[in-house]
């Protein structure tokens, strides 16, 4: 739903009047023209400046948001906090998110460029699959940021009890293991024969998943040994069927 601000401070109520769809743009149903229409904009203003400042005021209530699950807020996550945290009035973070589930599926967006995108690039990049590898390895060994896990241990509680959550960082979580998927597909390419790389990707992102999880307790674990001999024993049963 979009509710419009009342009661707002001029803050936030410049941020209604920019962020909001204006009453000046509805069409005359006879003519199809726009009622209260005035002349054509210069290029560069209007909507163009209209749509900047609602993308400004939207990533501040995420960035709040951010801030508040991280910070182990998960069990009094609402709009209303998140609201007065970015500055901005409930009323406007209703006419950006209908619902706290909106926010929260915002924010498992938000988060992708900070562990998936680098992985995606990092197998779709140049080189065979021996550089690929090493690219993908490097990524996995090193420290994420105690923001970023505390995030993801947040985002894991709230979709035990919110299904819209569970699907969104499932899509997410299916994203990231399909890297893996795509770094043997690589594998096999090169060596030809016709192993399905997907039980080698899916096998290889458990485990990875698993060692972070132990890390997270135990700091002696050696994961950079422990992932590249996995992947090695994994790789060493990709080749041509002998006969």
């Known amino acids: 739903m979009a509710t419009q601000a009342t009661g707002a401070d001029p803050a936030t109520t410049q941020d209604a009047v920019t962020d909001a769809p204006s009453a000046a743009t509805t069409q005359d149903a006879a003519t199809g023209t726009a009622k209260g229409a005035t002349a054509p904009r210069p290029a560069g203003t ?10 400004q005021t ?4 995420i960035a709040a948001a951010r801030i508040l699950l991280a910070g182990g807020e998960a069990g009094r996550f ?8 970015s500055g901005v009035s409930h009323g406007m973070c209703h006419y950006h998110f209908a619902d706290r589930t ?3 599926v915002a924010v498992v967006a938000d988060i992708r460029p900070e562990w998936i995108t680098p992985l995606e690039e990092a197998v779709a990049g140049p ?6 590898a090493e690219r993908v390895l490097t990524l996995l060994t090193r420290p994420e940021s105690p923001d970023l896990a505390r995030l993801h241990a947040a985002l894991h509680w709230l979709a035990l009890n919110d299904e819209r959550v569970r699907v969104a960082l ?3 979580y299916g994203r990231w293991r399909s890297c893996f998927v795509r770094l043997f597909r690589a594998l096999v390419d090169e060596r030809g024969g016709d192993t399905d790389p997907a039980p080698l990707g899916e096998s290889f992102a458990a485990a990875v998943d698993g060692i972070a999880a132990i890390g997270s307790l135990d700091g002696t674990v ?4 422990v992932l590249r001999t996995l992947l090695d024993s994994l790789a060493s049963t990709v080749g041509p069927q002998r006969p």
């Not at 209007?46 to 993308?55: I, L």
């Open 78 to 85: 609402t709009t209303r906090n998140v609201a007065a945290l």
């Open 127 to 132: 080189g065979g699959y021996a550089e690929r």
């Open 102 to 104: 909106d926010l929260i």
């Open 222 to 225: 050696d994961a950079a040994r």
């Open 58 to 61: 939207r990533a501040r209530l």
């Open 170 to 172: 499932e899509a997410e």
């Open 46 to 55: 209007g909507r163009a400046r209209t749509s900047a400042k609602g993308e």
